[in-house]
């Protein structure tokens, strides 16, 4: 891998020092408010609008697509222009107008879903950049320190259940013009929270000699290869997620669900992600990330299992508090993953984070919306989700048993927790031994060290030297 060192740049662009937790609150709390305009409600405006489930499915899965392609590159640029931020801020003002685009009304027809296959793709061409930048953006206002930034998630989590909760009752008074407005008035909102609460590059240290790699596709492609069984295992799982974010309320107002419930469910969901969010630091300590991924894997496969069941559409309340085990657990895990040295390689933070974002966001939801659209049209709302148990199992059992040689974080000793639990994706300088820091003890060996046991060996090796004397 080419390596560069960085130089002492005024203009690097990198924040001196941590910014201040609040601020890093906002912009997780406003960007997860204004992803929940535009992300679960879609999928009812398209039902709506006279689109089938496997034409729902399609628009998904080529929009996943799109942002899957898009995403390393926009990561990659980042990296190398050291202007994450900005970019994140041009990504806001493009989307305003594909998402417009949608609103329009149509006459009804089988073409119906081309204008509006056509709106959302460039749609999500525009907002491809921010999702693999928020989270390397927020790591580094946080000084990658996986307790702050634990705490500041919790306020992303919170914003989505809170628009959910509004959205939701909100649009069975007033319709889906609800979604555009509160689009609007979020979209501007972050703009101007994003300038104020993260740094423009994603790099954690400003003044450093530490050696970075060249932001090259080879470079990106390196960190994939080296944990090949992580992403893969990843992108399995983002397949899963993405039948429950895109299909799951289908399947809800099959059973005769209200927008109001559809909504309630969200914030069941958000209720049980906090305290992970809030406690990432100590259950990283314990746990390590690979045992988190793999539990958090084991929750959705019970998740499925009971959507697969699911007769009344009210019992959805009882089981969504899992996924407060399932999404916090798995994503807290593979982000401080990959933002460790170990894994991204200094100087490629947003790589490494749009490379987990391609894989969990993109290329799995994009299988997993293809494949169980067409299978939830044509083999039952039910079944789909008994197929996704199966391959997310089959596939975490893969990563439990192969996955544990790879380059990882998957966690930290009691003599080292003190450490390095809170400081993922940084380098800790160990100081130098001490006297009394000996590398090797004589107890080690079971030699005695008392002051009358070193006086006779001192005898000892006097009478020997003695009788070698007399022997010459």
């Known amino acids: 891998m080419d390596v560069v060192e960085t130089g002492d740049a005024p203009d690097s662009g990198v924040a001196e020092e941590a910014v201040p937790l609040y601020l890093v609150k ?6 997860f408010c204004f992803f929940a305009t535009h992300y679960r409600f879609l999928t009812l405006y398209f039902e709506e609008d006279g689109l089938s489930p496997s034409e729902i499915g399609m628009l998904w ?6 942002s899957s392609v898009c995403t390393p590159f926009w990561a990659a640029l980042a990296d ?3 202007r994450a931020r900005n970019i994140g801020q041009w990504s806001l003002a493009a989307c305003a107008l594909p998402f417009f685009a949608l609103a329009i009304p149509l006459s009804d027809g089988s073409q119906k879903v081309i204008p509006r296959a056509a709106a959302l793709w ?6 491809s950049p921010r999702g693999g930048l928020i989270d390397a953006l927020a790591l580094a206002a946080c000084k990658h320190d996986s307790e702050r930034w634990g705490q500041a998630r919790v306020y992303g989590a919170i914003g989505w259940g809170l628009m959910h909760l509004v959205l939701g009752p909100l649009m069975d008074v007033a319709g889906f013009t609800v979604l555009f407005v509160s689009f609007s008035v979020l979209g501007c909102t972050l703009f101007f929270v994003t300038q ?7 790099s954690a240290e400003k003044k450093t000699k530490e050696v970075e790699a060249k932001v090259t596709a080879r470079a990106v492609l390196d960190i994939f290869l080296r944990n090949r069984l992580f992403f893969v295992n990843i992108g399995a799982i983002g397949a899963g997620f993405s039948m429950v974010e895109g299909m799951l309320f289908l399947l809800l107002q099959e059973l005769g669900a209200s927008n109001l419930l559809c909504g309630l469910a969200v914030v069941v969901t958000v209720i049980f992600e906090l305290p992970i969010f809030h406690y990432a630091k100590p259950i990283i300590r314990r746990l390590g990330t690979r045992r988190m991924i793999l539990l958090g894997q084991l929750a ?10 699911m007769t009344v559409a009210w019992t959805v309340l009882l089981i969504e508090p899992l996924h407060g085990i399932t999404f916090a657990l798995v994503w807290t895990a593979a982000t401080q993953h990959v933002a460790d040295p170990a894994v991204s390689g200094h100087g490629l933070e947003a790589s490494a984070q749009g490379l987990l974002q391609t894989c969990f966001m993109g290329i799995g939801p994009v299988l997993g919306l293809s494949i169980g659209g067409w299978l939830f049209e044509h083999l039952g709302s039910h079944a789909v989700y008994g197929v ?3 391959i997310v199992l089959a596939t975490g059992l893969v990563y439990a048993y192969w996955g544990g040689a790879e380059v990882s974080s998957y966690g930290i000793t009691n003599a080292e927790e003190d450490v390095s639990a809170g400081t993922i994706g940084k380098r800790t300088v160990t100081e130098p031994y ?4 000996a590398i090797i003890d004589y107890k080690d060996f079971g030699i005695d060290c008392s002051a009358e046991a070193s006086q006779e060996r001192q005898e000892n090796n006097e009478d020997a030297a003695t009788d070698v004397e007399l022997a010459s």
């Open 26 to 31: 906002a912009f997780y709390f406003t960007s």
């Open 61 to 66: 899965s080529v929009n996943r697509v799109l």
């Open 80 to 82: 190398k222009t050291k």
């Open 122 to 127: 460039v749609f999500g061409l525009c907002t």
């Open 196 to 202: 104020a609460s993260v740094p423009q590059s994603c």
């Open 300 to 309: 959705w496969v019970v998740r499925a299992l009971f959507y697969a069941n």
């Open 388 to 390: 996704f148990c199966f």
């Open 434 to 437: 001490s006297e009394d820091d």
